[in-house]
């Protein structure tokens, strides 16, 4: 059964000596706006809710290189694997309309019914098919409630890159980044209309329910420490009707966060939000 009533949600977390979100065309930098305020985007926490479903064993379509578990060297090898019955020579001869191959795509991968996916198959012409999923589940950019300090550090790198190794290779400079303290917070929403076309169940909801709490665990590294990152609180708003008692931006302007991490919700008529605590 597909999502049956409107759902918003809002992940508070906190960030200390750590690069959240590194912006590779401004030196790795983690990202901020023009007003210095931290920003992190849909898809870095996208991955990261991908990598926590994955590790509770559901079927991830967009796997990281670093944790496949099916051995594809491409999204288009998985997409075309003999395992999901759409191959290139079976879509090209129209053994499956663009219908047909969205619901496979739901029904086999969960990031693909949740956030839906873009499916582009080359035709026996010039022109080719594009599938486009639309999917019901929509996540905002995190933004820090306060702007952010960026300290700079100044590294070295020695590499033995070359020769047997018994020589120390030329040391080089680099620099590492990261933010001091802060708190961000990311909202999110789950749309029953467009559940019904990918089959998004009320189980869905409540497995990505389930990871949010822990959504760093388990995505550790140099720039972002063990225990750098961590969720302080998920604020849950399940509404009682498909199209919901409030729109997202009301439900969302109600959460007000405070740069210490605190907050509080203003009251919203029969719209009682849970507050689960962080992994």
């Not at 990202?31 to 064993?57: A, N, P, S, W």
């Not at 709490?213 to 750098?228: I, M, Q, V």
């Amino acid at each position: 059964m597909s999502l049956n009533s409107k759902i918003d949600f809002a992940v508070i977390f906190s960030v200390k000596n750590a690069n959240p979100n590194g912006d590779p065309l401004n030196g790795n930098r983690p990202r901020v706006d023009y007003e210095g305020f931290g920003e992190i985007t849909d898809v870095c926490l996208k991955r990261k809710i991908r990598d926590r479903l994955q590790t509770e064993k559901l079927s991830i379509f967009v796997q990281s290189d670093e944790k496949k578990t099916d051995g594809m060297t491409s999204l288009q090898n998985r997409a075309y694997s003999d395992e999901f019955g759409l191959g290139k020579e079976a879509f090209n001869a129209k053994k499956n309309s663009p219908d047909e191959t969205a619901k496979l795509a739901c029904a086999k991968w969960f990031d693909v019914r949740a956030f839906g996916q873009l499916f582009a198959y080359k035709g026996d012409g010039k022109d080719g098919v594009s599938v486009a999923i639309r999917g019901p589940v929509t996540i905002q950019s995190a933004f820090s409630v306060e702007p952010v300090s960026v300290t700079s550090t100044q590294i070295t790198k020695s590499v033995s890159g070359e020769g047997d190794g018994s020589k120390k290779a030329s040391d080089t400079m680099g620099m590492k980044h990261r933010v001091d303290s802060a708190v961000y917070v990311a909202y999110g929403a789950m749309t029953p209309q467009l559940a019904e076309r990918t089959g998004f169940s009320n189980e869905d909801a409540q497995a990505i329910k389930a990871v949010l709490p822990k959504l760093f665990e388990g995505d550790a590294s140099s720039a972002r420490p063990e225990g750098s990152m961590a969720v302080k609180k998920v604020i849950w708003w399940q509404h009682n009707s498909k199209s919901g008692q409030y729109s997202s931006a009301k439900v969302h302007g109600s959460l007000t966060v405070k740069p210490d991490g605190s907050y509080s919700i203003e009251t919203l008529n029969q719209l009682i939000p849970e507050e689960i605590d962080g992994f």
